[in-house]
């Protein structure tokens, strides 16, 4: 799938519109959904997109605290603290087994915040608070094309041992293969 199709697949999906409407009325200016749900929608599985990722600037605890609790309520959703270091936090919603978590960057920016994440093919970001456009610094669309998992740095494994078990999840589920 290319960057218009996902584009436009995301634009129609109705769980993630209410979240950019939820994100609006807390006052977000810069939001990005990440992870494996544009990866799975990009491949073109049926997938229900019940986690939802969505990084944004780290300014303080304070400010993603009160972005969480502003979005709960507009989702109808409990919101609770995964980690106080990484302002991460969690919306349950309510009746539902769908969850939003609202982590801070890992870096400066939205670009390398995806460049520290472990496959290029999760790193690719969809504006929510702004164009609506994705964006895909490290070419992963393409190598979501391809099935094929290549780091996004060459410290992205050893970063957290943990994507190593991640990579072999991928290839066993998805068919994914290993780049160079």
Do not use: H
């Not at 992870?35 to 990722?53: F, V």
């Not at 460049?115 to 290029?120: E, L, M, W």
């Not at 996004?152 to 072999?168: E, H, I, Q, T």
Request: some cysteine; overall charge negative; charged content about 25%.
């Amino acid at each position: 799938m290319n960057k218009q199709e996902l584009e436009e697949k995301l634009a129609r999906n109705t769980r993630i519109g209410k979240l950019r409407e939820a994100l609006g009325a807390a006052g977000v200016s810069e939001a990005y959904l990440v992870g494996g749900t544009l990866r799975d929608l990009a491949l073109g599985l049926a997938r229900d997109n019940t986690d939802l990722d969505v990084a944004l600037p780290a300014e303080g605890a304070g400010v993603v605290a009160s972005v969480a609790g502003s979005v709960a309520a507009d989702l109808g959703a409990s919101a609770f603290e995964l980690d106080r270091d990484t302002f991460a936090w969690r919306l349950a919603i309510r009746g539902s087994d769908e969850t939003v978590d609202l982590v801070g960057y890992r870096a400066d920016g939205i670009e390398n915040d995806l460049r520290g994440r472990d496959f290029t093919a999760n790193a690719v970001a969809y504006d929510l608070a702004g164009s609506g456009g994705v964006y895909d610094p490290l070419g992963g669309l393409a190598d979501i094309a391809r099935r094929e998992l290549n780091t996004c740095g060459p410290k992205a494994l050893s970063d957290d041992p943990l994507r190593v078990l991640r990579a072999y999840r991928l290839a066993a589920t998805r068919g994914f293969t290993f780049g160079s």
